[in-house]
């Protein structure tokens, strides 16, 4: 099977962002996703896929800093997740 391409793994995760089931945090990885994704590079598009594949009660809390972050998923994604300035009208 052949790699995906870069666009189409950003489109795949955009949808995957959106529709979590957990309102909060499609909204939350809904907006990162559509404001963000283009930015990151091959290895941080794997942390966020990664990411995606935590339960949502764990990630949203790691997010809004209810939980503290493990140190494997502690990374330079799940920085700019936390710093919610993506949730910003004309960011």
């Known amino acids: 099977m052949p790699a995906l391409s870069l666009e189409t793994r ?3 995760l955009i949808f995957r962002s959106w529709r979590r089931g957990f309102r909060e945090l499609d909204l939350v990885l809904g ?3 559509d404001q963000r994704l283009a930015e990151l590079d091959e290895a941080e598009l794997s942390e966020y896929e990664a990411l995606l594949e935590v339960p949502d009660q764990h990630l949203y809390a790691w997010i809004v800093g209810r939980e ?3 140190a494997e998923c502690d990374g330079r994604v799940m920085e700019r997740l ?3 300035d993506y949730l910003r009208r004309g960011s």
């Open 10 to 12: 950003r489109k795949r």
């Open 68 to 70: 503290p972050t493990p």
């Open 31 to 33: 907006a990162f996703a």
């Open 82 to 84: 936390r710093r919610l």
